[in-house]
């Protein structure tokens, strides 16, 4: 099977329903582009509300369809290790597809994709794990028990920071329970949910399980979420599309939202590995991550010390082309993006915080018209500032100097999120106090954007709500049935409650 980046560039990427590439009712496709140089680099499928019936359509019959409906968990099960196999043969070209649609580093995908595989076999394994309960009721001759059930349709929708990798996170545990999927990608990079649509036919999913709709957000994405046979819809994005889908729609949801996540210097830790964490917790992937550490406590006695110290680790981040192995970071997504970023910088001078590291568009030869910036570390931050208040979704860090663990405490909770947390420090009472007290879904101690598959992530706040990751979103695309035999073979009156 031919993935590779010469089959997509220049390409007319259709949908992808009922295990077809399909053209769109309109006859319209939008550009893609390639954030290096940004130049278009193939077209996408704009899809309208009737692809996305189509699409819709498809997912419901294949749910019912003996081919998936009949199908054991177990089975289910060998399907997605046929799929993990597969995965893991195209991992290289997935990577690549997506670092050319999102400028994500080449390095940083490739570990992303050699991990898809073993989230697919994770959950291939959980497929016949997943079972109801007895439950003893004050009646001997009853039973009661639960069943759980795959739930039907399930609209998902990704951004465009790592497509696959968010995914991989509701994806792999719906098709163990047995759901179907229609999955709208972010318009900016749909090339690699393409790609793997490709993979999960030929891994011998029956068509119709899995279904590709692309367009804008605020058509297909809207469609999607308001289609009246979508059983639960699982949304990874801003809060402020969170919070129009969830306003829209009495429908179940799993919410990923946005972030503005505090990361804590205490004045005991190593603060070489603590300025590494801080750079890794923002800067990493041009600062677009939901998770980004992009509010930083540091404890009075060494703030001086080590805002230089961090200043002097970002003015040395190597920017460059993200298949470089060299380079740290590479450009940000989307021209709208750079703008915003650059935007709430000036936004943070002007209140009052002090550059001290970053603040522009790097002026290079070699990196022309591509949408690159500085990272940047903005010190003597406030929480009321704007920047600071704001999810950027960029390379900025705002620094700011606490007295002690109960300030601190308030000024890390003082956020619409609850995404993630970071605390640097030695003093392991300490970072227990912090993680039972900060509001964040999860919270690592002297480290900093650590993930895996096996934990249950997911905010708390305006970051969203339901989690994926371990057995919990097990349960989150999953639906609990209550069953309840009465083996008596007596008669009851029939205006009188049955308590048991
Ligand atoms: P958006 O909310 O703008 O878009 C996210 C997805 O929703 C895209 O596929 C988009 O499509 C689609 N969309 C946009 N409008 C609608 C609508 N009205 N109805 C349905 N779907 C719609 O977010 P961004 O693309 O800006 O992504 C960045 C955001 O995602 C950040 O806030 C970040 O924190 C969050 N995020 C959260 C993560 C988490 O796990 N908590 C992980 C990664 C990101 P299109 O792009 O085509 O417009």
């Keep these: 099977m031919d993935l590779t980046l010469k089959v997509i560039e220049g390409s007319r990427q259709d949908l992808f329903i009922a295990g077809e590439r399909v053209a769109p009712r309109s006859g319209r496709y939008m550009p893609s582009y390639d954030p290096t140089n940004a130049a278009p680099w193939y077209e996408v499928a704009d899809a309208g509300a009737d692809d996305v019936d189509a699409a819709v359509q498809a997912a419901k019959r294949a749910f019912h369809d003996p081919a998936w409906r009949r199908l054991t968990q177990t089975d289910r099960g060998k399907l997605l290790r046929r799929l993990a196999d597969l995965i893991a043969e195209h991992a290289d070209e997935l990577a690549a597809i997506e670092t050319r649609d999102n400028g994500k580093l080449l390095k940083e995908m490739r570990v992303q994709l050699r991990a898809a595989p073993d989230s697919y076999l994770y959950f291939a394994g959980m497929a016949d794990k997943l079972h109801g309960e007895t439950i003893p009721v004050n009646k001997l001759d009853m039973l009661n028990f639960t069943l759980r059930e795959p739930i039907g349709v399930v609209g998902m929708i990704s951004p465009w920071n790592s497509p696959l990798m968010l995914l991989t996170g509701t994806l792999a545990p719906c098709l163990a329970i047995g759901n179907t999927v229609v999955v709208k ?146 450009p940000l997504a989307l021209a709208a993006q750079l703008d915003k ?76 999120y609850g995404l993630a947390a970071g605390v640097w420090t030695r003093d392991i009472d300490r970072a227990l106090r912090f993680a039972r007290n900060v509001d964040a879904g999860t919270v690592w101690v002297n480290t900093y954007r650590s993930a895996a598959y096996m934990s249950p992530s997911g905010g708390f706040k305006e970051s969203g709500y339901g989690k994926r990751g371990g057995f919990e979103v097990m349960r989150e695309f999953s639906r609990l049935k209550n069953v309840v035999i009465d083996y008596s073979g007596a008669t009851q009156d029939p205006f009188v409650i049955r308590l048991c």
Aim: hydrophobic residues 40%; charged residues 25%; contains cysteine.
């Design 185 to 330: 990608p972010s318009e900016h990079t749909s090339a690699s949910t393409l790609a793997l649509a490709e993979l999960i036919a030929k891994a011998g999913f029956p068509a119709g399980v899995f279904n590709v709709i692309t367009g804008k957000g605020a058509t297909a994405g809207e469609a999607l979420t308001l289609h009246p046979d979508v059983a639960k819809i699982a949304f990874t994005g801003s809060t402020a599309t969170g919070r129009r889908i969830a306003a829209n729609r009495l429908v179940s949801c799993q919410m990923e939202l946005g972030g503005k996540s505090p990361h804590v210097v205490f004045a005991d830790t190593d603060i070489e590995r603590a300025v590494n964490g801080v750079v890794a917790g923002v800067f990493a992937a041009a600062g677009q991550t939901c998770i980004a550490g992009s509010r930083c406590f540091v404890e009075k006695s060494i703030y001086a010390a080590f805002v230089e110290k961090l200043a002097d680790r970002t003015r040395r981040v190597r920017i460059g082309h993200p298949t470089d192995e060299d380079t740290e970071i590479g």
């Design 341 to 416: 970023v650059e935007q709430y910088v000036d936004y943070g001078v002007a209140d009052g915080a002090r550059l001290v590291a970053g603040g522009h568009r790097p002026r290079r030869d070699d990196l022309p018209g591509g949408w690159y910036y500085e990272p940047t570390v903005l010190a003597d931050a406030r929480n009321d500032m704007r920047f600071m208040r704001d999810e950027i979704f960029g390379p900025v860090v705002g620094v700011v100097s606490f007295d002690n663990e109960s300030e601190l405490i308030g000024l890390a909770n003082d956020t619409h």
